[in-house]
T-cell receptor
Framework: GAVVSQHPSWVICKSGTSVKIECRSL??????MFWYRQFPKQSLMLMATSNEGSKATYEQGVEKDKFLINHASLTLSTLTVTSAHPEDSSFYIC?????????????FGSGTRLTVV | DAKTTQPTSMDCAEGRAANLPCNHS???????VYWYRQIHSQGPQYIIH???NNETNEMASLIITEDRKSSTLILPHATLRDTAVYYCIVRTYQGGSEKLVFGKGTKLTVNP
């Protein structure tokens, strides 16, 4: 089945530094990838949608300059949290849709737990 | 905003069928219903999706009402490992982009 690899699975960083999270589709090409954030005991919140080769579309209230998304290839999207602060600590999850069509469904990565200290 | 509403929590006895309801009364004609589940601190796992017809796979069955305003996910023989938060999602298009917007989900607890 379709597999999405997300790396790292957890990261601790100092306040003010930047962190990059990678999301790779291993056995399919993904024209569209999604980034979510999840706080404890809450549901997933969609942050942005990225399409290969074009700028990401951010949800209302999500700072595009703080959460940089790059989707340069059909198998890789990255989320960079710039100048991270403790309030950015959260569980970040990516999802990818098979380029062959949305009938194939959406596959989620295993998530990245970010802790900013 | 999510287009679905689900009960906050449900309990089920191991070995019995778990029936998880979902209301999506504002669904449009071309919008699919997806079901995912999330076990603590993991990424959501795909279960099933459908448009109009009932669907079945190795994990579950999806029953969609004729007016498409609600659906039910059926886990035929629940096991302890089915304890998770189950999300019913309507795939939408907004501003030319497709989206899977999660609601609050149903926390299913399977009891021995």
């Amino acid at each position: 089945g379709a597999v999405v690899s997300q790396h790292p699975s957890w990261v601790i960083c100092k306040s003010g530094t930047s962190v990059k999270i990678e999301c790779r589709s291993l056995d399919f090409q993904a024209t569209t990838m999604f980034w979510y954030r999840q706080f404890p005991k809450q549901s997933l919140m969609l942050m942005a949608t990225s399409n290969e080769g074009s700028k990401a579309t951010y949800e209302q209230g999500v700072e595009k300059d703080k959460f940089l998304i790059n989707h340069a290839s059909l198998t890789l999207s990255t989320l960079t949290v710039t100048s991270a602060h403790p309030e950015d600590s959260s569980f970040y999850i990516c999802s990818a849709r098979d380029a062959r069509g949305w009938e194939k469904g959406y596959t989620f990565g295993s998530g990245t737990r970010l802790t900013v200290v | 905003d999510a287009k679905t509403t689900q009960p906050t929590s449900m309990d089920c006895a191991e070995g019995r069928a778990a029936n998880l309801p979902c209301n999506h009364s504002t669904i449009s004609g071309n919008e699919y219903v997806y079901w995912y589940r999330q076990i603590h601190s993991q990424g959501p796992q795909y279960i099933i999706h459908g448009l109009k017809n009932n669907e079945t796979n190795e994990m579950a069955s999806l029953i969609i009402t004729e007016d498409r305003k609600s659906s039910t996910l059926i886990l035929p023989h629940a096991t302890l490992r089915d304890t998770a938060v189950y999300y019913c999602i309507v795939r939408t298009y907004q501003g030319g982009s497709e989206k899977l917007v999660f609601g609050k989900g149903t926390k299913l607890t399977v009891n021995p």
